[in-house]
Nanobody, 122 residues
Framework: QVQLAESGGGLVQAGESLRLSCLTSGISFANYGMAWFRQAPGKAREVVAR????????QYADSVKGRFTISRDNAKNTAFLQMDSLKPEDTAVYLC???????????????WGQGTQVTVSS
């Protein structure tokens, strides 16, 4: 059974940092692309960052470029999202997702986590 568990969310002030983790199980992690999405109240879900199963340069939404960094640790079956210089508009539920042989350009993801809340106060 495939499971994805996000952690690391919380309440921070603008300008501070958070590091989200996505621990996976039930997959051969090294063969799976990973992505972070977010969904704010009343807004559509949007992709934040994607990283290929094969390495290479990750892709980011324009709104987070230069502030967020996606990474992965294949030995720990875990993906991360380092979020720096947080802004109130980054407030959302953050979800990780995975796709077999997904790349930094993958659009559709098969497996999803439940999400973790990130709230940034001004």
């Amino acid at each position: 059974q495939v499971q994805l568990a996000e952690s690391g969310g919380g309440l921070v002030q603008a300008g501070e940092s958070l590091r989200l983790s996505c621990l996976t199980s039930g997959i051969s992690f090294a063969n799976y692309g990973m992505a972070w999405f977010r969904q704010a109240p009343g807004k559509a879900r949007e992709v934040v960052a994607r990283i290929s199963w094969a390495g290479g340069r990750p892709q980011y939404a324009d709104s987070v470029k230069g502030r967020f960094t996606i990474s992965r640790d294949n030995a720990k079956n875990t993906a991360f999202l380092q979020m720096d210089s947080l802004k109130p508009e980054d407030t959302a539920v953050y979800l990780c997702a995975t796709q077999p042989y997904g790349t930094e350009y993958t659009v559709d993801y098969t497996y999803w986590g439940q999400g973790t809340q990130v709230t940034v106060s001004s």
